[in-house]
Nanobody, 128 residues
Framework: QVQLVESGGGLVQAGGSLRLSCAAS????????MGWFRHAPGKEREFVAA????????VYADSVKGRFTISRENGKITVNLQMTNLKPEDTAVYSC?????????????????????WGQGTQVTVSS
């Protein structure tokens, strides 16, 4: 089992920045691809960003491309999400997820089903 814990959420004004982190504990020796998803009230959970197990490739939702950056620490199941130029529509609970996947299909990592473990989420609120 892998437990994921997010941190770094909070309240920020539009145009501001936040950095989310996701730390893992448990069986951390398997290679995992990592992703971030968000869930806003009244909306479906949506994909935000993902990074392959090697850290060599990333993929972003169109809505955050150019504003968010996902990164990971080599050899660890930890992942960060640097968010800049935040907008009120970015307000949501952000959750990280881990997938036991060593492939290179970035489209695969934009789906929810590849992910085996999920964190509880951290609230991000962007005021206008």
């Amino acid at each position: 089992q892998v437990q994921l814990v997010e941190s770094g959420g909070g309240l920020v004004q539009a145009g501001g920045s936040l950095r989310l982190s996701c730390a893992a504990s448990g069986h951390s020796f398997s290679p995992y691809a990592m992703g971030w998803f968000r869930h806003a009230p009244g909306k479906e959970r949506e994909f935000v960003a993902a990074i392959t197990w090697s850290g060599g490739s990333t993929v972003y939702a169109d809505s955050v491309k150019g504003r968010f950056t996902i990164s990971r620490e080599n050899g660890k199941i930890t992942v960060n999400l640097q968010m800049t130029n935040l907008k009120p529509e970015d307000t949501a609970v952000y959750s990280c997820a881990a997938a036991r996947y060593v492939g290179t299909s970035l489209d695969y990592l934009t789906r929810r089903y590849p992910y085996d473990y999920w964190g509880q989420g951290t609230q991000v609120t962007v005021s206008s």
